[in-house]
């Protein structure tokens, strides 16, 4: 079992992935694939009139404050046009996807956080009305059963919440709960920049290998939002995942380029 997240940032070859991800399909693989949306969404929201709000948290992490309609629009984009269009490129290219959210089914679930600290000015507020949220929990029955029946699972945040609210979780995160509960052999985190870079953005600066047991020690080389994956694939090594690769989503055959060992390894 491969699980897949693929970024939404700008850049990213969408149909580079889907070829590569169908070809691997077809030789028999299971695959799941998780994406992201992000730079659709701020798109969007600007289009919309309610353009995106970020937040630092104390320790400094970059979120997005997911008010209500916030909410809304990240539906629009992840369920409906990303996922949408994914869905259909590996349709065509033969391979009977299944797009759905974390809410479909309670895929994946966690806690409601209605409230945020994040630090303005110097000063750290808190702001409320927030729709977002931890991964805590996967429901691999659903998962395995289009896997059993043949379906290759496309999914998307938002999460449920226990009280089957949606919130906002972060995508990176929600593939490495998924590769735990899955005991997947490999976690690939693919994005537009070649893996974890130590002088970010000289792409030169690649670091090619990370020791599944000093994750963290390189968050300090992780900027913006490559710092969620750092966690990412610190959660995802410590529960048992084999291998965590940052690949490069821009050209080529980026799941089988990473799986070979291009871009950050963990392991």
């Excluded at 404050?65 to 629009?76: A, G, N, S, V, Y």
């Excluded at 043949?150 to 089957?164: F, I, K, N």
Aim: net charge neutral; hydrophobic share 40%; glycine share 12%.
């Amino acid at each position: 079992m491969i699980v897949v997240k693929v970024g939404g940032s700008a850049g990213i070859d969408y149909d580079a992935v889907c070829s590569d991800l169908a070809a691997r399909w077809k030789a028999g693989e299971r695959l799941i694939l998780v994406h992201g949306g992000s730079g659709e969404t701020n798109r969007v929201a600007e289009a919309l009139g309610h353009p995106p709000k970020f937040v630092t948290s104390p320790s400094g992490y970059t979120s997005r404050f997911t008010d209500r309609q916030t909410l809304e629009i990240f539906e629009m984009v992840y369920c409906g046009k990303i996922n949408k269009g994914i869905v259909e490129r590996l349709q065509r290219l033969g391979v009977n996807a299944v797009g759905l959210s974390g809410l479909d089914g309670r895929i994946f679930e966690g806690r409601h956080k209605d409230s945020v600290r994040a630090v303005e000015n110097g000063k750290v507020k808190v702001l409320r009305g927030d729709h977002t949220g931890t991964v805590e929990r996967v429901n691999t029955g659903l998962i395995e059963l289009l896997l059993t029946a043949g379906y290759l699972p496309v999914l998307t945040p938002p999460a449920s919440s226990y009280e089957g609210v949606a919130i906002n979780v972060d995508g990176d995160r929600a593939a490495a709960a998924l590769a735990v509960a899955l005991k997947a052999e490999a976690l690939l985190l693919l994005s537009n920049v070649p893996g974890l870079l130590r002088e970010y953005p000289d792409e030169a600066s690649l670091i090619r290998q990370i020791p599944a047991g000093n994750v963290e020690a390189y968050l300090e080389f992780a900027q913006d939002r490559m710092k969620k994956k750092v966690l990412g694939a610190a959660e995802a090594v410590a529960g048992g995942v084999q291998r965590v690769i940052f690949g490069d989503a821009r050209a080529g055959q980026p799941i089988t380029a990473a799986l070979n060992g291009a871009g950050t390894v963990v392991s």
